[in-house]
């Protein structure tokens, strides 16, 4: 069910900013959580931003992504698994397509989506991963099927705590898929037929961290930060050649306690490094490749243990937070020394009468025009000025009170989307377009 205020349908189409962009996949149009829109009004009063639209959801971790004026996303109701596309603008529906899955649990906590579409701005194809290994191609005009592939029955069938949970990439003509299978750990598929170009084995198998690209001696790699539900627990960073499929190196970073699992997606840092990081005991670590393509980790930090929230490198520094505490750390990447540290225990925000402590637990950050925004997982937004010498806290909203809000924000074209996953989960349109 569509909300949309009242008087805020005409300031849709009569805002203007400086610059806007898609944001068509998991972690943003770089794949780093920047976004180069400009000329934002990112001052909030203490409710946060105008509210556009909300649109009821069902269950699920996944954010949505957005291009050519439509947004998608993925969410469970009941026991179907729903791709539903909107009108970016209005939240108007254009298509669904649901289809049953298998719901399970681990640990008390139940299957649901955790994975990102991808949206391929080229050829206009979404490209959803579901819990199940559903993993299908939809024309993004209509929702029309055009290949589909359930990745247990054609790869096997891997061990996860809690199904699928790694969002698609799009390399050129290649769609990666962390499969996490026995024997096929990461696929590269045709992306306009799903016809299988390579695969890359690795005991590792499976994670809920994405892939993602970045440079080594030159030339383009693929990061992938394997390591799951497996005994011995075994899991790290797989530097692989997407042309071909062959792992370059093979970095060991996992915690060794069972129930573990990597979730953070890698960090390119410049050229020859990643940053990868878990929140089980080893914390962060700062990986170089040298001339052969062989890593070596150059710095640790057990303090810097992102579990699925992942950081932000920006000019230098390392931006995150660690644990489950939501403790804002900024990192100098050259020397592996944490600048400052800072926790928002002693912080409220006005929430119904009352004040309420800001608790970022395990909030997610995204950069937009000079400044960050925090996403704290109960609600609260924060604007940041960050720096190597510290942070200033610019600003302060709430914008609902309800746990588990674990999906990472989304800035397109002067709108920001933000999914609340409890107490009446829904996904929320604000306006923040200079006015």
Same mark, same amino acid.
């Given at each position: 069910m569509i909300r949309l205020l009242p008087g805020l349908l005409a300031l849709c189409f009569c805002s203007s900013w400086l610059k806007a962009e898609d944001w068509p996949h998991f972690r943003g149009p770089n794949l780093n959580f920047h976004s180069s829109e400009t000329g934002l009004s990112l001052i909030f009063p203490p409710?946060?931003?105008?509210?556009?639209?909300?649109?009821e959801r069902g269950k699920g971790h996944s954010g949505p992504v957005v291009a050519k004026g439509k947004l998608v996303f993925i969410h469970q109701v009941k026991e179907n698994e729903v791709i539903q596309c909107l009108d970016a603008e209005t939240g108007k529906e254009i298509w669904q397509h649901s289809y049953p899955v298998k719901v399970e649990q681990s640990y008390g906590i139940s299957d649901t989506p955790r994975s990102s579409p991808t949206i391929d701005v080229e050829t206009g194809t979404v490209y959803s991963f579901g819990n199940d290994s559903d993993l299908i191609a939809l024309n993004l005009e209509d929702g029309k099927i055009l290949w589909e592939i359930k990745t247990f029955e054609k790869f096997g069938k891997g061990p996860f705590f809690f199904?699928?949970?790694?969002?698609?990439?799009?390399?050129?003509?290649?769609?990666?898929?962390?499969?996490?299978?026995?024997d096929v750990c990461v696929a590269a598929l045709n992306k306009k037929t799903g016809e299988t170009i390579w695969t890359a084995d690795s005991e590792w198998h499976g994670s809920y961290a994405s892939p993602v690209t970045g440079i080594v001696n030159g030339k383009t790699r693929l990061f992938v930060f394997a390591g799951g539900k497996t005994e011995p627990p075994e899991g790290g960073l797989l530097c692989i050649d997407p042309e071909?499929?062959?792992?370059?190196?093979?970095?060991?970073?996992?915690?060794?306690?069972?129930?573990?699992?990597?979730a953070a997606s890698p960090v390119p840092?410049?050229?020859?490094?990643?940053?990868?990081?878990?929140?089980?005991g080893k914390g962060g670590a700062l990986i170089e490749f040298d001339d052969n393509f062989q890593g070596r980790v150059v710095?640790?930090?057990?303090?810097?243990?992102?579990?699925?929230?992942?950081?932000?490198?920006?000019?230098?520094?390392?931006?995150?937070?660690? $644990?489950?505490?939501?403790? +804002?750390?900024?990192?100098?990447?050259?020397?592996?020394?944490?600048?400052?540290?800072?926790? =928002? /225990?002693?912080?409220?925000?006005?929430?119904?009468?009352?004040?309420i402590p800001i608790s970022l637990g395990h909030a997610h950050l995204i950069h937009v025009d000079g400044e960050f925004l925090c996403l704290g997982e109960n $609600?609260?937004?924060?604007? +940041?000025?960050?720096n190597s010498r510290g942070y200033t806290l610019l600003g302060?909203?709430?914008? =609902? /009170?309800?746990?588990?809000?674990?999906?990472?924000?989304?800035i397109s074209n002067g709108r920001l989307y933000v999914n609340q996953n409890e107490m009446g989960s829904r996904l929320i349109c604000y306006d923040v377009r200079s006015k």
């Open positions: 409710e946060g931003p105008k509210k556009l639209w909300e649109v199904g699928q949970g790694s969002s698609p990439l799009v390399l050129g003509e290649k769609l990666i898929v962390h499969v996490g299978a026995p071909n499929g062959k792992v370059d190196d093979a970095i060991s970073w996992r915690s060794d306690m069972f129930a573990s699992v990597n840092c410049g050229e020859n490094r990643v940053f990868i990081s878990e929140d089980y710095w640790s930090l057990p303090e810097f243990g992102c579990q699925f929230q992942t950081p932000i490198y920006h000019q230098g520094v390392i931006y995150g937070l660690g $644990g489950n505490g939501g403790l +804002l750390m900024g990192v100098e990447v050259s020397s592996g020394v944490p600048r400052w540290n800072e926790s =928002f /225990y002693d912080t409220t925000i006005l929430w119904e009468g009352r004040e $609600g609260d937004l924060l604007r +940041l000025s960050m302060k909203s709430r914008l =609902f /009170y309800a746990p588990e809000t674990w999906a990472p924000p989304v």
